[in-house]
T-cell receptor, first 116, second 113 residues
Framework: AQSVSQHNHHVILSEAASLELGCNYS??????LFWYVQYPGQHLQLLLK??????LVKGIKGFEAEFIKSKFSFNLRKPSVQWSDTAEYFC??????????????FGQGTELSVKP | DSGVTQTPKHLITATGQRVTLRCSPR?????VYWYQQSLDQGLQFLIQ???????AKGNILERFSAQQFPDLHSELNLSSLELGDSALYFC????????????FGPGTRLTVT
């Protein structure tokens, strides 16, 4: 079955701390990978994406993620978080093949709270 | 602002009622996706339309239906509403070809009382 697993449900950090959010997926084929962020009361915004090529991808607001194919992982990182990074973070995958229309399978989400 | 619009923002209704949620995709996008976000189920794919035709179906209840109109806007119809249908309903759009990167609207928060 297709699934995405995010290891941490709630992470609490102080400003300037480093962040790493785990994401593992189970999918019977090649995938595209995404991280979305949802700020309180707002919609999902795309943070970064991986389709192919360099497995280390950089996104907006200083975030980056590394795709490790052998581990089926796509962990999100940021060297130094800010209070404004407080949000919920979702990892998602979809199939590269055309026959599923690109529907996204989401992880459960990780709530990040950054203390000033 | 993603360019995807959804109306209404909030909807409060009673059990047994029927509601319609509306989504307008980004200009040029042919594909519309509907997702439900609830506390117990998380974010779940419901259904996808591409250029007016249903393309993929997920965990969508039989009481729910959707369509995409010639102007490419989409409507999600929820009927015989139950308390458990209370959730955020998001619509997303993209041009309709790989890699299917999706842009999300602001969502409609449905509360069933």
């Amino acid at each position: 079955a297709q699934s995405v697993s995010q290891h941490n449900h709630h992470v609490i950090l102080s400003e300037a701390a480093s962040l790493e959010l785990g994401c593992n997926y189970s999918y019977g084929g090649t995938v595209n990978l995404f991280w979305y962020v949802q700020y309180p009361g707002q919609h999902l915004q795309l943070l970064l994406k991986y389709f192919s090529g360099d497995p280390l991808v950089k996104g907006i607001k200083g975030f980056e993620a590394e795709f490790i194919k052998s581990k089926f992982s796509f962990n999100l990182r940021k060297p130094s978080v800010q209070w404004s990074d407080t949000a919920e973070y979702f990892c998602a995958v979809n199939a590269k093949s055309d026959n599923q229309g690109g529907k996204l399978i989401f992880g459960q989400g990780t709530e990040l709270s950054v203390k000033p | 602002d993603s360019g995807v619009t959804q109306t209404p923002k909030h909807l409060i209704t009673a059990t047994g009622q029927r509601v319609t949620l509306r989504c307008s995709p980004r200009s040029g996008d042919l594909s519309v996706y509907w997702y439900q976000q609830s506390l117990d189920q998380g974010l779940q794919f419901l259904i996808q339309y591409y250029n007016g035709e249903e393309r993929a179906k997920g965990n969508i209840l039989e009481r729910f239906s959707a369509q995409q109109f010639p102007d490419l806007h989409s409507e999600l119809n929820l009927s015989s509403l139950e308390l458990g249908d209370s959730a955020l309903y998001f619509c997303a759009s993209n041009p309709g070809f790989p890699p299917y990167e999706q842009y999300f609207g602001p969502g409609t928060r449905l509360t069933v009382t």
